[in-house]
């Protein structure tokens, strides 16, 4: 169970909350959608050496609807679990902001139905506990983007959640709690 919770914490981190720097002018979301249509999987905690991602998202519009399908994976007592999430959202202010209400999960793995409903169970309190959320990118001189993160009430403040870079192709997933190979 602890591992369990650990990932949780892992999947609350991608999407949570650090300390501000001044980085500019936010991409509005369209616009961001707009400079990587050609490349719309958006990757979180690149690792160059296994060419791997520890999150991987894909945002597109329906009408004034953001939907997101966001991609994590653990390892769970030696087996591998892969969690899709399905989020609704709008963009306000120019931000994504994610309606933690509509989430939909997928527990997929060597699992058996009880493990699964258990974890479906958990990232579903995780979401909701962490509220909506908007997201805002700021461009990386490097390539990619900054990610910022705050709630959408405004009531807990704007802190960075990490880098986002956005590829052609559909990098591989790795697990939250395997270390990257490159350190």
Request: glycine share 10%; aromatic share 8%.
């Amino acid at each position: 169970m602890r591992r369990i919770f650990a990932f949780g914490l892992g999947l609350l981190t991608l999407t949570a909350c650090h300390p501000t720097a001044n980085l500019g002018e936010a991409v509005p979301f369209r616009q961001l959608l707009a400079e990587t249509r050609d490349a719309p999987y958006e990757c979180w905690k690149y690792d160059a050496a296994s060419r791997t991602c520890e999150g991987i998202g894909r945002h597109r519009m329906r009408g004034n609807v953001i939907v997101s399908d966001l991609e994590y994976a653990a390892v769970l007592r030696g087996r591998t679990v892969r969690v899709d999430v399905s989020t609704r959202g709008i963009i306000h202010e120019g931000m994504a902001c994610m309606d933690a209400e509509s989430a939909e999960f997928n527990v997929r793995g060597a699992l058996n139905r009880k493990e699964r409903e258990v974890l479906e169970g958990l990232f579903s309190l995780i979401i909701v506990a962490m509220g909506d959320v908007c997201g805002s990118y700021y461009r990386r001189e490097a390539g990619g983007y900054h990610t910022w993160g705050r709630s959408a009430d405004g009531k807990k403040q704007a802190k960075e959640t990490g880098i986002a870079l956005f590829f052609a192709k559909k990098p591989k997933l790795r697990a939250v709690n395997a270390p990257p190979q490159g350190g």
